[in-house]
């Protein structure tokens, strides 16, 4: 895990954990001042800092100091109405010149901008919201996005688990001309059924047990903009009555308020779940599934655009990069690899295992061998393009006794040119490696199999198979 990267101070809740959860949406780990007791050059390593609403001078200026040297070459981002504007924007500041205003409601854009510096601030240009990914499918569903971010049609975003169905809500605000008003998501899935009213429509004091105060639900923190509600083929059939009557009359009240509030909010929702078909069983309305997928939009599982691996790859380089994290290398044979692998858990699972490698294999290509052994499938690609075992062999007198080094090949092998069987011609380099892994040890099979990177049992049924008994020894 990277170190934290981003001090926030901001007195205002609401604010800091809008400023937090922008900061790791963007690849960051933020901290919050008061969170922070001490730091530590092993948990540590300021990029930025934000500044809000100072309530307290004095704890402000312990949070501040939490930067130490860091704050010689760290980002300020300053909220436009911050008490320290003054402080920190002056001319006479040293931190002038790295200052990043933050307005709110927040918005990526500006956020990232700041980040990047007041030169690429002020040389920026808006650049088209994009989904990562060149191939068919991918282009298609930034079509779409395209085509109907300018209107307030709802949108149903379909797709499996770990597709990106958020990033696309988020695309489609960004586009949208709510751009500069809040986006605000919430898992259907992930609420109990008895919270989720609240959640949505805010409740007022004394409502219900541990209702202490008053609080704005979701449809009221995102008026004006737009509100995500993922999972929403998990939500319960009496929550499902209410949000319909909602979608229809654009109108709610909070729980335990008889006071009718209107609002004026987007609706996207997702689901991995087939709608359709929790239709048919009872377990999801049928007027409330029309009312949402106004414009139904399908995200690809990573097994239907795999020629996007290399993109997602390197955006997931940068994100890590951001995090003081090293970018993973993969060799060809590794790619090959992975684009056998089904990915069940999609792009989620992707940056998972990048950012798993970037820690295990932080300055180094990162070959078939040094995959996890699910992501390797029948990959022998590592032996077939190299000869490099086979040279290791020849003319090796003991395999124990000196190290040895393998020679990395990329050379693929030349197919003939009227063609081979690849099936024998596989069989026929595994015996040769096997006999001479054996003539090398002097048929010790536990010494063959260590060189030949794989169990002795494995190796024993190898041998089986292919007719390969000589007196071997244990």
């Known amino acids: 895990m ?20 922008a900061l790791q949406f963007l690849g960051y780990r933020p901290q919050r001042g008061e969170d922070c007791a001490e730091v530590e050059q092993a948990t540590h390593a300021w990029r930025a800092v934000y500044v809000g609403n100072v309530a307290d001078a004095v704890e402000a200026e312990r949070q501040f100091a939490l930067l130490g040297g860091d ?150 923190m995102a008026e004006g903009g737009t509100l995500f509600l993922d999972e929403i083929g998990d939500m319960s059939l009496p929550m499902q009555v209410k949000l319909l009557r909602v979608l229809q009359e654009r109108a709610f009240e909070r729980v335990g308020s008889n006071r009718t509030q209107r609002c004026d909010v987007r609706i996207i929702a997702a689901t991995h779940r087939n709608l359709e078909a929790a239709i048919a069983d009872g377990r999801f309305r049928e007027d409330l599934f029309y009312r949402l997928s106004v414009f139904p939009l399908e995200m690809p599982a990573l097994r239907e655009h795999l020629d996007d691996l290399p993109e997602l790859v390197a955006e997931f380089n940068q994100r ?11 060799s060809a044979g590794a790619m090959h690899a992975l684009h056998g692998y089904t990915w069940p858990g999609n792009v989620r699972e992707l940056y998972n295992l990048v950012e798993r490698l970037s820690i295990l294999y932080p300055h180094s290509e990162v070959r078939v061998s040094d995959l996890p052994e699910k992501y390797r499938g029948q990959q022998i690609i590592e032996e077939v393009r190299g000869t490099a075992l086979l040279s ?22 030349m197919l003939p040119e009227g063609g081979l069987d690849l099936k024998d011609h596989l069989a026929d380099i595994e015996v040769g490696l096997i006999r001479q892994a054996l003539d090398v040890t002097g048929g010790v099979v536990a010494h063959a199999a260590k060189l030949l990177r794989m169990q002795r049992t494995t190796l024993v049924e190898k041998l089986r198979k292919y007719g390969l008994q000589p007196s071997l020894q244990a």
Not at 101 to 122: K, N
Not at 398 to 410: F, N, R
Request: aromatic share 6%.
């Open 2 to 21: 990277g170190k934290f990267d981003v001090l926030v101070i901001e007195s205002d809740h609401r604010r800091a954990e809008s400023v937090v959860s």
């Open 71 to 220: 704050a010689g070459h760290a980002q300020v981002l300053l909220a436009a109405d911050s008490e320290w504007a003054s402080r920190l924007a002056a001319n006479s500041s040293p931190f002038a010149a790295r200052v990043g205003v933050i307005e709110f409601p927040l918005r990526y854009e500006q956020l990232t901008d700041a980040l990047r510096g007041p030169q690429a601030q002020a040389g920026a240009r808006r650049s088209e919201v994009r989904l990562v990914g060149s191939s068919g499918p991918m282009a298609s569903v930034n079509a779409l996005v395209r085509q109907v971010a300018p209107f307030d049609s709802s949108v149903l975003v379909l797709g499996e688990s770990g597709t990106g169905k958020e990033m696309v809500a988020r695309s489609i605000h960004e586009c949208s001309s709510r751009r500069d008003q809040p986006f605000v998501a919430i898992n259907c899935g992930a609420i109990p059924a008895e919270l989720l009213e609240s959640e949505l429509f805010g409740h007022e004091k004394g409502a219900f047990t541990g209702a202490i105060s008053t609080r704005k639900g979701r449809f009221e």
């Open 320 to 330: 890590l990069s951001r995090r003081g994290l090293s970018g993973v290398r993969f």
């Open 392 to 413: 290791l062999m020849v003319g090796q007198s003991s395999v124990m006794s000196e190290p040895m080094a393998v020679v990395q090949s990329d050379s693929l092998v």
